[in-house]
């Protein structure tokens, strides 16, 4: 799907108390669709992280709610922002819907550094927006993963 196809989606940020309730679902149920459901990692999707103080949710509307799209953006304690939890609709896959969330992300988190943990398969992706792998690889819920930072 190019992003010619999409052209209506809202890019959007809110913390967790602000986003309304029938937007939160739909963007928790991505979530767990992705990464429960698709990837078949059956692990606590909810962890806490999205109350946290500073803490940023961030998806992409198409006009009708349906939620395309959707990461998030969290402070560390070490200073650094933290983004992740991102996961694009399989309908919206390949648009570009995903790579304006990184953006947008990048833009909320200001001068600092940005660290992440990547699917391995992604690390490509994630480069595209300065992100450099930083340490070894690791599993997670049988999936490998490369830690990567952006100064």
């Known amino acids: 799907m190019s992003s010619a196809l999409v052209p209506d989606l809202q890019v959007r940020h809110a913390p967790l108390g602000a986003v309304e309730p029938e937007v939160l679902y739909r963007l928790l149920r991505l979530r767990v669709d ?6 078949e990692c059956p692990y606590p999707e909810l962890d806490g992280r999205d109350a946290e103080p500073g803490a940023l949710l961030l998806w992409a509307q198409a006009p009708d709610g349906t939620v395309a799209a959707t990461a998030r953006l969290l402070r560390d304690a070490d200073g650094c922002a933290r983004i992740g939890r991102v996961a694009t609709a399989r309908a919206f896959r390949g648009a570009g819907v995903a790579a304006r969330l990184m953006r947008l992300g990048l833009d909320l988190a200001g001068d600092v550094e940005v660290v992440l943990d990547a699917q391995a398969h ?9 992100f450099a792998v930083d340490g070894e690889p690791f599993t997670e819920d049988g999936i490998p993963h490369v830690p990567m930072r952006r100064a």
Do not use: S
């Open 34 to 39: 992705v990464f429960v459901v698709e990837q």
């Open 122 to 130: 992604l690390a490509g992706w994630y480069a595209r927006f300065g």
